[in-house]
Each structure stands twice: as structure tokens, then as C-alpha cells.
T-cell receptor
Framework: QKEVEQDPGPLSVPEGAIVSLNCTYS??????FMWYRQYSRKGPELLMY????GNKEDGRFTAQVDKSSKYISLFIRDSQPSDSATYLC?????????????FGPGTSLSVIP | NAGVTQTPKFQVLKTGQSMTLQCAQD?????MSWYRQDPGMGLRLIHY???????DQGEVPNGYNVSRSTTEDFPLRLLSAAPSQTSVYFC????????????FGPGTRLLVL
């Protein structure tokens, strides 16, 4: 079993839809959770960062962590064509464990105008 | 600021050839790292450095060498290229205060024939 699992998609939604992207993980010690957005042929860029359980909102994006279920989600409201990208989840045990960040394989999202 | 820059953008090698992938950052970050990204595998850490003169191995270091003589530069050397090293390579950097602020370069696409 991989440490971090993510449905690769592709996920295709109409403009304006609510998108839900999810990751599951097996290591209960993970405490820091990140979402990266990666446009085609570009490097990943940090989108959201959360610590432990709960929700965090930033504009149209909400990151949710459920540690009891070992499940994290990224919700995108009012999705736009510019949101079309691959979304990578990532997680680590300690804030400064730079060599221990585990990335999911990414979910490809297309938002159709 | 240019951020994290990588050269070349694309390279074709023959099996057994060697080459160096260049990475530079102008943000005075202490931490730099190299990842490879393969379909369905997520980003995997190759080597990393927490400062000039200090390097260490990541998850998949075999076949790669690194050195860090300056804060700005972190080159990755392929000693004897193999088809299994066909991948997209990303360099990343951050301050040592938190993994959540990791910045990625645009990537180098490598094809080994």
C-alpha cells in the first residue's frame, strides 16, 4: 500500500461547478498537509497548507483534514477554466522534516467553459 | 527575483552518457532539493541540501550525484544515464523554517534512449 493515494483522474467538470479532490494516507503521524497546483509543463506551486485536523479557507479554495479517517480534501468553489491543472497533495510529520515530504501522484482536473 | 531556474528545459541522452542538470535560486534559501516526477508515482526526492557544503540522499539517489558549493546553485549529475532515468526533474528550494514554503523550478524533461 502506498503511503499517500490519490485518484489520478482525469476529472472533467463544467465551469462554475464545485470540485472535490481527495487523498488518503496510511501514516497516522502525518501532521502537516499541503496542496500543490501544477499547470502543464510547469513546476508545482503551493496552493494551501494546513496543520492537523480541520478546515482552512482561502478564497474559492477550502482544504479539509480528517485525521481520524486519514483523509484530506481540497474543495474548489465556482471552478474556472484557469483551475485546469494537476493537483498534488503532500504531507509530512514534522514542519522541518524536509526530506520526509510524501507527495501523492496528482489528480488531473479540466474545467470546461 | 527569478526564483528557481533550471537548465536545460529538455535533453535527450544516449544510454551511458553523463550530464549535469543545473539549478539556481536567488532567494537566499538554505534548503534545496531535487525531485523526479514519473506518471503515477508522485514526486520522489533524489538528493537534498540544507546549506552550502552539506548534502544528503533522498528516496531515490542511485545513479545521481550532487554538490552544493554555493547557496545559490545545486547541480544534479547523472553519472551514466539509463533509460530508467527518463523522467521530469524538478529542483526546489525553501527557507529552513518550514517545508510549506517550498518553491519549485520549471523542470527539466530528460529522455534517455
Amino acid at each position: 500500500q502506498k503511503e499517500v493515494e490519490q485518484d489520478p483522474g482525469p476529472l472533467s467538470v463544467p465551469e462554475g461547478a464545485i470540485v472535490s479532490l481527495n487523498c488518503t494516507y496510511s501514516n497516522s503521524a502525518f501532521q502537516y498537509f499541503m496542496w500543490y497546483r501544477q499547470y502543464s509543463r510547469k513546476g508545482p506551486e503551493l496552493l494551501m497548507y494546513t496543520y492537523s485536523s480541520g478546515n482552512k479557507e482561502d478564497g474559492r479554495f477550502t482544504a479539509q483534514v480528517d485525521k481520524s479517517s486519514k483523509y484530506i480534501s481540497l474543495f474548489i468553489r465556482d471552478s474556472q477554466p484557469s483551475d485546469s491543472a494537476t493537483y498534488l497533495c503532500a504531507m509530512t510529520v514534522m514542519k522541518t522534516s524536509y526530506d520526509k515530504v510524501i507527495f501523492g501522484p496528482g489528480t488531473s482536473l479540466s474545467v470546461i467553459p | 527575483n527569478a526564483g528557481v531556474t533550471q537548465t536545460p528545459k529538455f535533453q535527450v541522452l544516449k544510454t551511458g552518457q553523463s550530464m549535469t542538470l543545473q539549478c539556481a535560486q536567488d532567494m537566499n534559501h538554505e534548503y534545496m532539493s531535487w525531485y523526479r516526477q514519473d506518471p503515477g508515482m508522485g514526486l520522489r526526492l533524489i538528493h537534498y541540501s540544507v546549506g552550502a557544503g552539506i548534502t544528503d540522499q533522498g528516496e531515490v539517489p542511485n545513479g545521481y550525484n550532487v554538490s552544493r558549493s554555493t547557496t545559490e546553485d545545486f547541480p544534479l549529475r547523472l553519472l551514466s544515464a539509463a533509460p530508467s532515468q527518463t523522467s521530469v526533474y524538478f529542483c526546489a528550494s525553501s527557507f529552513l523554517t518550514g517545508q510549506e514554503t517550498q518553491y519549485f523550478g520549471p523542470g527539466t524533461r530528460l529522455l534517455v534512449l
